[in-house]
């Protein structure tokens, strides 16, 4: 077993690195004050090949393993967490499922443009009475001669203004509840598909959270991913990748706030001396550090095991829960070793603090992660 | 066309630099190390060259095992092959990397010849201008912009007194310096392909070359620590101390 990267992954971090660092770092700041997204990065990250990098390259991906997909996604997050989830939702959240239940139609039609970043994906699965409970859906989906005809309102949905691609789930058949449910794959111009509200944020702000809605919303009969009542499967495996991919923002995030916590504390002078002199401060510092290489680790653990084609829930459901703690543990310490200056706006940290939230809250709730694991634990 | 470009493995220059106890080198436990910053603008020139008018790229690195790693990280840059050639950890002048790389030279016989101006932990500016003279072929260095013409280059080069203006014939050696070109970031896809480009091994014996240092170095320090600077309080007392204390007017 091997901690190190090979070859290819430090070539893929180190890029994903540099991109991050020149150009999204310098904008990360104005993006969240603004709660406006540079378009543009995507078409970046597009011709880098971030916007598909675990899809096959015959689909116009990268065709590299999870590790490599969650390296990019880490390095990206921590230089703007916003970005980090606008490519990570896009890639675990609608790539994946395609390249996993679609036909080979499928396929070869969406994949190519979000794997090149033409077009950014979303899933809409939330909805105003089905958070958790994702299983009581209420968007109907009704086959109508040669279309399905969508009606209802998803919300909370991560990359809903801009995407041009939404894999949807809905049900099919209301008797059979969670197992009545199906997925499709409804693009965004399709008649009677809304954007009609965009959320206000804590933090994440230059990420688009939309609400959508479906008004006899309809699609080609072909654009039925997987078979009727698949929906649930369907989404239960999606956000397991997803979760691999969370928590590699989380790490992110954490590490950006130890980055700069370690760096203040060598600069900021109190008593005549740096504070990082000071053992209560470096007790922090070491534990941040401790807790973002564990988390990490974690990440990697399940990005490993879903290469392998196993099952990995509750691996991936493990690196979400702890990253994403480790997440807000390590951004709170952060602003403490930043003092007063870690409070105002012209310091980082106060962001890092603001995105870390959410980790524990999109893609299952740390509350979901624990009973997945918990089921894992008592059913093996 | 056929392009050579030497790239260098260097730390990473954003580290600060720490000596071993002993001062026999620096301490490389824990520093990562990546190409030679001004080497990439080199790669990016030539590659860019190929792309418009087709031709092929070759990376020269010397040192050890450790170096195919910084190869592939300039062919995911868009270079098509490389040599690595091995010095089992020696340590070597400039004058002695000159003597290999002509030896790589007169194996291959590119059109050009592009490499960094310098390299940044040696910063000593020296082996591109050696490799010309030892080949007898021209030379321009400091390279702000590259034109090729018909048999021969047109380079605009940074000096201190502005842009200097000069053609050379080919084959040549060129000096990249930062402001010759934007160097791309390795896209994902070309990570793959460098994956299965070329690295060819070899050692000086097989390039039929005896590299000779001609200088030894004798002892590493660290700069002494800067010492305060002091404050004055008028022109006329700044004038005063650096003619009378600094003794530098």
Request: net charge negative.
């Amino acid at each position: 077993m091997n901690f190190e990267l090979d070859d290819v992954q430090t070539l893929v971090r180190d890029t994903a690195r540099r991109f991050a660092q020149e150009e999204i770092a310098p904008l990360a700041a104005e993006m969240d004050k603004t709660a406006t997204f540079r378009m543009e990065l995507v078409r970046k990250m597009g011709e880098l090949g971030f916007m598909g990098v675990a899809i096959p390259e015959r689909y116009g991906g990268g065709g590299m393993d999870y590790r490599c997909y969650a390296l990019v996604i880490e390095e990206i997050s921590a230089a703007c967490a916003a970005t980090g989830v606008i490519v990570s939702a896009h890639s675990s959240l609608c790539c994946d499922p395609i390249l996993k239940f679609g036909t080979e139609e499928q396929k070869q039609k969406y994949l190519p443009p979000l794997a090149s970043g033409q077009m950014l994906g979303c899933l809409a699965l939330t909805e105003p009475q089905a958070g958790s409970d994702a299983g009581s859906v209420r968007t109907t989906a009704v086959l109508d001669g040669d279309e399905w005809v969508l009606n209802g309102t998803k919300i909370f949905i991560t990359n809903g203004g801009p995407a041009g691609v939404a894999v949807v789930v809905a049900s099919t058949d209301r008797s059979k509840k969670h197992r009545g449910l199906s997925a499709f794959i409804v693009p965004a111009d399709a008649p009677g598909y809304k954007v009609a509200k965009e959320e206000h944020k804590l933090g994440i702000r230059a990420s688009s959270t939309a609400e959508l809605v479906f008004e006899d919303c309809r699609i080609p009969k072909e654009n039925l991913l997987g078979a009727p009542g698949d929906g649930f499967k369907i989404a239960m495996a999606t956000l397991d990748g997803g979760r691999i991919g969370i928590a590699a923002q989380a790490v992110g995030i954490a590490r950006a706030a130890l980055e700069h916590a370690v760096q203040y504390a060598q600069e900021r002078s109190q008593f005549g001396q740096p504070i990082a002199n000071f053992q209560a401060i470096q007790w922090k510092l070491a534990d941040m550090a401790t807790e973002v290489d564990a988390a990490r680790l974690l990440t990697w653990r399940a990005a490993w095991k879903k290469d392998q084609g196993v099952r990995f829930s509750r691996e991936a459901a493990m690196a979400k829960l702890f990253a994403s703690d480790v997440a807000m543990k390590a951004t709170r310490e952060a602003i403490q070793v930043f003092g007063g200056y870690g409070y105002i706006d012209e310091y980082p940290v106060e962001r890092f603090y603001r995105d870390a939230k959410i980790t524990e809250i999109y893609e299952g709730t740390s509350e979901v992660q624990r009973i997945v694991i918990a089921r894992s634990l008592l059913r093996d | 066309m056929k392009i050579m470009v030497p790239i260098r493995r260097v730390p990473n220059p954003d580290v600060k630099v720490r000596l071993k106890k002993d001062g026999s080198g620096i301490e490389t436990e824990g520093v990562n190390f990546l190409i030679n910053p001004f080497d990439e603008y080199a790669i990016e020139e030539a590659v860019r060259i190929t792309e418009k008018g087709g031709g092929e790229v070759f990376l020269v690195s010397i040192g050890g095992p450790e170096n195919e790693e910084t190869l592939r990280a300039g062919l995911a840059l868009g270079a098509h092959r490389a040599y690595l050639v091995d010095v089992g950890g020696e340590w070597l002048d400039s004058a002695a990397i000159a003597d290999i790389l002509a030896g790589v030279y007169k194996q291959e016989n590119p059109d050009l010849v592009i490499m960094g101006k310098q390299s940044v932990d040696t910063d000593n500016n020296q082996a591109g201008q050696m490799l010309a003279a030892k080949l007898g072929i021209p030379q321009a260095c400091f390279a702000y912009k590259v034109e090729l013409q018909d048999g021969k280059a047109v380079v605009q080069r940074e000096i201190d007194g502005g842009l200097e203006v000069k053609e050379i014939g080919l084959p040549a050696v060129v000096t990249a310096d930062l402001r010759l070109n934007q160097p791309r970031y390795a896209s994902l896809p070309a990570i793959m392909k460098a994956k299965k480009k070329e690295v060819r091994k070899v050692t000086p014996a097989d390039l039929g070359v005896e590299p000779k240092n001609r200088t030894r170095v004798l002892s590493l320090a660290e700069p002494p620590p800067r010492k305060a600077g002091q404050k004055v309080a008028s022109v006329d007392e700044l004038v005063d101390k650096l003619v009378n204390e600094a003794k530098v007017l």
